[in-house]
Antibody, heavy 126, light 111 residues
Framework: QVQLQQSGPGLVKPSQTLSLTCAIS??????????WNWVRQSPSRGLEWLGR?????????NYAVSVKSRITINPDTSKNQFSLQLNSVTPEDTAVYYC????????????????WGQGTLVTVSS | QSALTQPPSASGSPGQSVTISCTGT?????????VSWYQQHPGKAPKVMIF???KRPSGVPDRFSGSKSGNTASLTVSGLQAEDEADYYC???????????FGGGTKLTVL
């Protein structure tokens, strides 16, 4: 059974960096058939895909246009986890942040999110 | 402002059927057969109920079904049960620039 366990601070000051980690059990961040995503949810913006990291003989990243200049998603193979860093945050970045897996195989095409973390409410405020 | 348009609310009595629509464009729903539907109960993470327009993951009741016509996808919940009361979100792959887009969500109330 795949589990995604999120950790990180719930309060970040404006202009600082939001950092979250998603620890994976039951799968591997280096899997050749999975992609590891960050999605956020806020009342004003709804659900918003932020980006992903995945391994296909080498590491790849894709980021949403809306945050591309401020976001980094990194895998950590030694701890089987991946992280989100969002720089220069503003109150508009206040949201519940989720990590999620997209998996090719076991019936899935890889274009849907089959496992999600528990969510972390991050508030941007001084 | 979400990329995909859903009605904010829907309702039905136990045993009835309800259909939730999700309208996009030819750049997302109309261009790919990668529409997913997610159920979200308060305080919980979303759960995939339908993927690739009409496929159900293992464990999802066959009361849930999906379809697509042009730029509009639909989720139908038949034989409504109390536990179906939740928010439902549609999502579509939107190509290698925008990747994934979501709807604004529909609150389903079981009367």
């Amino acid at each position: 059974q795949v589990q995604l366990q999120q950790s990180g601070p719930g309060l970040v000051k404006p202009s600082q960096t939001l950092s979250l980690t998603c620890a994976i059990s039951g799968d591997s961040v280096s899997s050749n058939s999975a992609a590891w995503n960050w999605v956020r949810q806020s009342p004003s913006r709804g659900l918003e895909w932020l980006g992903r990291t995945y391994y296909r003989s080498k590491w790849y990243n894709n980021y949403a246009v809306s945050v591309k200049s401020r976001i980094t998603i990194n895998p950590d193979t030694s701890k089987n986890q991946f992280s989100l860093q969002l720089n220069s945050v503003t109150p508009e970045d206040t949201a519940v942040y989720y990590c999620a897996r997209a998996k090719v195989g076991t019936g899935y095409s890889g274009y849907e999110f089959d496992y999600w973390g528990q969510g972390t409410l991050v508030t941007v405020s001084s | 402002q979400s990329a995909l348009t859903q009605p904010p609310s829907a309702s039905g009595s136990p045993g009835q059927s309800v259909t939730i629509s999700c309208t996009g464009t030819s750049n997302d729903i109309g261009g790919y057969n990668y529409v997913s539907w997610y159920q979200q109960h308060p305080g919980k993470a979303p759960k995939v109920m339908i993927f690739e327009v009409s496929k159900r993951p293992s464990g999802v009741p066959d009361r849930f079904s999906g379809s697509k016509s042009g730029n509009t996808a639909s989720l139908t919940v038949s034989g409504l049960q109390a536990e179906d009361e939740a928010d439902y979100y549609c999502s579509s792959y939107a190509g290698s620039t925008n990747f994934w887009v979501f709807g604004g969500g529909t609150k389903l109330t079981v009367l």
